[in-house]
């Protein structure tokens, strides 16, 4: 079975500033990594996910994240924060066997961006 | 638009009354699936389905059930709601393909007292 361990639940950080998200992942078997985020009152939404190929994958509104196979790790950063990524951030982690059907996710990461 | 409708959004109730959540998707997904959100523990998985009339066990199911009799809709049901099912609860559907991506509702913030 595989688990998600998000280290730290709440990162601040000013605007301006970089960040990283911290993500290990546990599985005995090869693995698709996803990071999904809530914003307020929402629900979750897909930010980024690596499936296979290049290690460094990226979203639309500058956040990446690199799978590192050797640290089992999947961390998320971005070099420049806004006020409007003040969200919860959700690491998660499904099997290239059963996919959706157990999609099992960290216990999150806050993050908190102030002026 | 691609859309994940739970009902309602918020809910309080008293110990022991049935209440349904319902969730429909209008992305002709196969695969649904319910979770629940804690401080600390992140989304558990309750039920999901994999088709109509195909359902199974997530990593909490005491005290809910599920059904699927159409592929857009995928009620969660409380028989005998506990104050320890007091949660924010969320309905998910995906395609289920090959590392597909998983769409979310609004969540249904629930209380039992």
């Known amino acids: 079975a595989q688990s998600v361990t998000q280290l730290d639940s709440q990162v601040p950080v000013f605007e301006e500033a970089p960040v990283e998200l911290r993500c290990n992942y546990s599985?005995?078997?090869?693995?698709?990594l996803f990071w999904y985020v809530q914003y307020p009152n929402q629900g979750l939404q897909l930010l980024l996910k690596?499936?296979?190929?290049?290690?460094l994958v990226e979203s639309i509104n500058g956040f990446e994240a690199e799978f590192n196979k050797s640290q089992t790790s999947f961390h998320l950063r971005k070099p420049s924060v806004h006020i409007s990524d003040t969200a919860e951030y959700f690491c998660?982690?499904?099997?290239?066997?059963?996919?959706?059907?157990?999609?099992?996710f960290g216990t999150g990461t806050r993050l908190l961006v102030s002026p | 638009e691609a859309q994940v409708t739970q009902n309602p959004r918020y809910l309080i109730t008293v110990t022991g009354k049935k209440l349904t959540v319902t969730c429909s998707q209008n992305?002709?997904?196969?695969?649904m699936s319910w979770y629940r959100q804690d401080p600390g523990l992140g989304l558990r998985q309750i039920y999901y389905?994999?088709?109509?009339?195909?359902?199974d066990k997530g990593d909490v199911p005491e005290g809910y059930k599920v059904s699927r009799k159409e592929k857009r809709n995928f009620p969660l049901i409380l028989e005998s709601p506990s104050p320890n099912q007091t949660s924010l609860y969320f309905c998910?559907?995906?395609?289920?393909?090959?590392?597909?991506?998983?769409?979310f509702g609004q969540g249904t913030r629930l209380t039992v007292v």
């Open positions: 992305m002709n997904h196969e695969y």
């Open positions: 690596y499936l296979s190929g290049s290690t």
């Open positions: 998910a559907t995906s395609s289920g393909g090959s590392g597909a991506e998983a769409f």
């Open positions: 599985s005995s078997v090869s693995v698709y």
């Open positions: 998660a982690v499904s099997d290239r066997g059963t996919g959706f059907q157990k999609l099992v």
């Open positions: 389905s994999m088709n109509v009339e195909v359902t």
